[in-house]
């Protein structure tokens, strides 16, 4: 098994277009740099995924959102300042800011203030948000420990990074910003 790796090694991983898992609030998930076309190719491989679905970008505070935020109108600040940092991941319209990975086929780029200490110290050590996405092959169960990531993914991760989960019963709740319909409960 891959050895866990300290908040450097990952670090370094991210910045040199690598793909890491990390424990998140409620299961392991696999980040990279968000603006990586070879990383986010990656990570798509990696999971399987259909590229039209897009992905979650998580941060440390709503002020490393501001690039993706700074033609939002004022009064739709409110609900993101209410509900961050936590579990709680919204759909905002892109401003032209998200990659075509990120955003998929969607005119809108989900977002999320993480709590999860782990995660915000990666984002803040980074220096901007981070793609975060659950650990599994597409239409597979999510991994719960390292030893999972290391048996679905072996040497396609960059990092393993030590540390624990959240404890979260759920991943995020999905909403629209603009009409706050719940997408994922």
Do not use: Y
């Amino acid at each position: 098994m891959k050895p866990a790796v300290d908040l450097e090694v990952a670090i370094h991983a991210l910045h040199a277009g690598g793909v890491i898992a990390c424990p998140t609030e409620a299961v392991w998930g696999l980040s990279c740099d968000p603006d990586n076309d070879e990383a986010l190719t990656r990570l798509m491989r990696m999971k399987e995924r259909d590229p039209s679905k897009g992905i979650i970008l998580v941060a440390a505070s709503i002020q490393q959102f501001q690039p993706w935020l700074n033609q939002l109108p004022l009064e739709l600040h409110a609900p993101l300042a209410a509900s961050w940092p936590g579990p709680n991941t919204w759909l905002v319209p892109d401003n032209g800011r998200s990659h075509a990975l990120v955003r998929g086929a969607h005119q809108r780029v989900a977002l999320r203030v993480t709590d999860h200490p782990l995660m915000k110290a990666l984002c803040e050590a980074f220096g901007g948000p981070l793609v975060s996405t659950s650990a599994n092959r597409a239409g597979e169960a999510p991994a719960m420990n390292d030893e999972e990531v290391a048996t679905i993914f072996g040497q396609e991760v960059a990092a393993i990074v030590a540390g624990e989960l959240g404890g979260n019963p759920r991943p995020s709740t999905i909403r629209d910003l603009a009409s706050g319909q719940v997408m994922r409960a």
